[in-house]
């Protein structure tokens, strides 16, 4: 069994940053891909950003070059950061940390059903 537990987000003006975090512990090591998504009121949950196990990140073309994921491996948890930077109203969302229990993913790094766990989910409002 894993756990993933998420702290930050919040409510910010349009051009803020907010920083997110998330605990992954439990039964699983640092070997597996762990990402971010998101879901606002009305849409489909999307892929934000994701890293695998050898470091290797993604990110969905909306927040290339605005958000920025890292990862801190200790034995059998990892934290997962997604620093968030030049926000828009547009990022508005309930945003989930995830994990997996593959390693790398590849070119499914950012998709849903590539995930086996799930956070609870933070709420990040971006003012206009």
């Known amino acids: 069994q894993v756990q993933l537990a998420q702290s930050g987000g919040g409510l910010v003006q349009a051009g803020g940053s907010l920083s997110l975090s998330c605990s992954v512990s439990g039964d699983t090591s640092t070997d597996t891909c762990i990402g971010w998504f998101r879901q606002a009121p009305g849409k489909e949950r999307e892929g934000v950003a994701a890293i695998d196990s050898a470091g290797s990140t993604s990110y969905a073309d909306s927040v290339k070059g605005r958000f920025t994921i890292s990862r801190d491996n200790a034995k059998n948890k990892n934290t997962l950061y997604l620093q968030m930077n030049s926000l828009k109203p547009e990022d508005t969302a309930m945003y989930y940390c995830?994990?997996?229990?593959?390693?790398?993913?590849?070119?499914?790094?950012?998709?849903?059903?590539?995930?086996?766990?799930w956070g609870q989910g933070t709420q990040v409002t971006v003012s206009s």
């Open positions: 995830a994990a997996s229990v593959s390693s790398r993913l590849g070119l499914l790094r950012l998709v849903v059903n590539g995930y086996n766990y």
